[in-house]
């Protein structure tokens, strides 16, 4: 099997999250790919190949080296976004890409170009595989998925290249926030790792967001409509004025980039004696969430003092932190990667992330774990696309890091 080949096996699987539901995984049809992904891996001669009851592939290939090298995972999701469909994906090759634009043939409004898309305009005369116009493509992280797999073909099959043991990871409901919930690290065991759900070529990602979550809920006083005079406070009346005063040109999505940090609303519910909304709180610096919370919370103290009888509970709860504030302190786990990228000729660039992958919480439980890019672009949207030289490349970086680590041992 190609890359090529593997991918379109791959996205052609719905594994779409469900944020809705209780269960791990989220949708039991993310085991679908995980089968898959066992069954190619036993098929390369890896013995120890499994799926566990939540939805987890672990495998591993064993050391080649009388070397004392630590043990590195490489790990990628299964899930794909719910921000789009990802059932009946038809993914298309456009091979040799001349820079027209892609006009997707099940919906011809969406069309990728290199305005839409700046990225592309490095693409031109690539391979790009893109969706049908329906879907996402699911690049994000199935492009994470085929460099693993093969890299594993490539690393069983020539068995001179030398290397430590190897652990791959593929988890469910990353998109979700819960992709490390139910990992068994003892079972892992591994000492570094590197997740595979970067965009650009050669971008190696050591920092993230540090997110919290806030949830305000708030309780009206109800009456009969009829009779509600200077009795009734409508609790949805409460939280549309808070969301309005809000700030309109600072500190939320639409207004901030780079290291600006920011809140945002992503649920809202309620009627007249109760609303309630949940917001995500970001920032690189770990100490400004709490500052951001305050702040929130103070708006909405005032916003609901003109409110006589309405009241308000809040709660906070961590999401995930700053990968940077494990990783500063040994700072090769990332160097290394930087080393192979450009021993297989690619420019390597560190960059930040302004959201947060698996690795931000397996930093923080015993496995420090920047991010590597995959050419996954365009992601949670139609306009999703991926290089094949771009995959390719991730392939040759994996295979020349572990022998770095190997040779650094």
Same mark, same amino acid.
């Given at each position: 099997m190609t890359i090529t080949d593997r991918f379109f096996k791959y996205v052609q699987i719905d594994t779409e999250a469900d944020p809705n539901s209780d269960t791990t995984p989220s949708s039991i049809k993310q085991k679908d790919l995980g089968k898959v992904l066992v069954q190619e891996l036993l098929d390369l001669g890896i013995s120890?190949?499994?799926?566990? #009851?939540?939805?987890? /592939? +672990?495998?591993?290939?064993?050391?080649?080296?009388?070397?004392? /090298?630590?043990t590195?995972?490489?790990?990628? *999701? &299964?899930?794909?976004?719910?921000?789009?469909?990802?059932?009946?994906?038809?993914?298309? &090759? *456009?091979?040799?890409?001349?820079?027209?634009?892609?006009i997707l043939p099940d919906d011809n409004s969406v069309v990728i170009t290199t305005e839409s898309q700046k990225y592309l305009k490095d693409k031109i005369g690539d391979d790009i595989i893109t969706a049908s116009g329906l879907t996402l493509l699911g690049a994000d992280d199935k492009a994470g998925i085929a460099i693993i797999m093969d890299f594993a073909q490539y690393i069983t099959t020539n068995t001179e290249i030398v290397h430590g043991t190897i652990r791959i990871l593929f988890t469910p409901d990353e998109e979700i926030g819960r992709g490390v919930d139910k990992v068994d690290m003892k079972k892992l065991n591994a000492d570094y790792g590197y997740t595979l759900d970067g965009g650009e070529l050669g971008s190696i990602e050591d920092e993230t967001f540090s997110a919290d979550s806030m949830t305000f809920n708030i309780t009206g006083v109800s009456a009969h409509p009829g009779y509600a005079k200077g009795k009734m406070v409508h609790a949805s009346k409460v939280l549309a004025e808070f969301i309005n005063d809000l700030p309109k040109d600072s500190w939320c999505p639409e207004a901030s980039s780079g290291? #600006?940090?920011?809140? *945002?609303? /992503?649920?809202?519910?309620?009627?007249?004696?109760?609303?309630?909304?949940?917001?995500?709180?970001?920032? *690189?610096?770990?100490?400004? &969430?709490?500052? +951001?919370?305050?702040? &929130?919370?103070?708006?909405l103290k005032n916003t609901i003092s003109n409110y006589a009888g309405a009241t308000y509970t809040s709660k906070v709860s961590e999401q995930y932190r700053n990968m940077k504030e494990i990783l500063k302190d040994i700072p090769f786990v990332t160097d290394y990667v930087v080393e192979a990228m450009e021993n297989v000729g690619v420019k390597a660039h560190r960059t930040i992330i302004r959201g947060g992958t698996d690795g931000s919480r397996l930093s923080f439980i015993g496995l420090p774990c920047p991010n590597i890019f995959t050419g996954e672009m365009g992601i949670h949207s139609k306009q999703e696309y991926v290089s094949v030289q771009d995959m390719e490349k991730g392939v040759k970086t994996l295979v020349e890091l572990v022998q770095i680590w190997e040779r650094r041992a």
């Open positions: 120890d190949a499994e799926i566990d #009851e939540w939805g987890y /592939v +672990y495998a591993t290939i064993p050391s080649n080296t009388d070397k004392n /090298v630590p590195i995972c490489f790990c990628s *999701h &299964l899930d794909t976004a719910p921000d789009c469909s990802g059932k009946n994906v038809k993914p298309i &090759l *456009h091979e040799k890409w001349d820079g027209s634009p892609m290291r #600006e940090g920011f809140v *945002h609303c /992503v649920a809202m519910s309620g009627g007249l004696e109760e609303a309630s909304a949940t917001f995500i709180i970001r920032d *690189h610096d770990t100490s400004k &969430l709490a500052e +951001y919370e305050n702040r &929130l919370e103070n708006i």
